[in-house]
């Protein structure tokens, strides 16, 4: 069983979650990710991020939004699911 690790950043601008490196079979990975006081900002994926029904999520875009976004990795692909706008 895998050891979690999260981490947190607020959106200045449109992003994208790159390829990760270093993934660990079973880990878990959790983000959190903040509209700024802009909002609007949207979050691009990788195709090492993988969601239900091949959709990626679309983040929430209301200034100040949270949603976190959580990852179960196989070494090779990070498995996702969204819980959206928790401001």
């Given at each position: 069983?895998?050891?979690?690790?999260?981490?947190?950043?607020?959106q200045?601008?449109?992003?994208?979650?790159?390829?990760?490196?270093?993934?660990?079979?079973?880990?878990?990975?959790?983000?959190?990710?903040?509209?700024?006081?802009?909002?609007?900002?949207?979050?691009?994926?990788?195709?090492?991020?993988?969601?239900?029904?091949?959709?990626?999520?679309?983040?929430?875009t209301?200034?100040?939004?949270?949603?976190?976004?959580?990852?179960?990795?196989?070494?090779?692909?990070?498995?996702?699911?969204?819980?959206k706008?928790?401001?």
């Open positions: 069983e895998g050891t979690p690790l999260g981490l947190g950043a607020t200045a601008g449109n992003r994208t979650l790159d390829a990760p490196t270093n993934m660990a079979d079973g880990f878990t990975y959790i983000l959190r990710v903040i509209q700024d006081g802009t909002g609007t900002r949207t979050l691009a994926y990788n195709a090492a991020y993988k969601f239900a029904g091949g959709a990626d999520p679309v983040v929430s209301a200034v100040g939004a949270i949603d976190i976004l959580t990852f179960v990795s196989d070494g090779s692909s990070m498995y996702g699911v969204i819980q706008a928790f401001a």
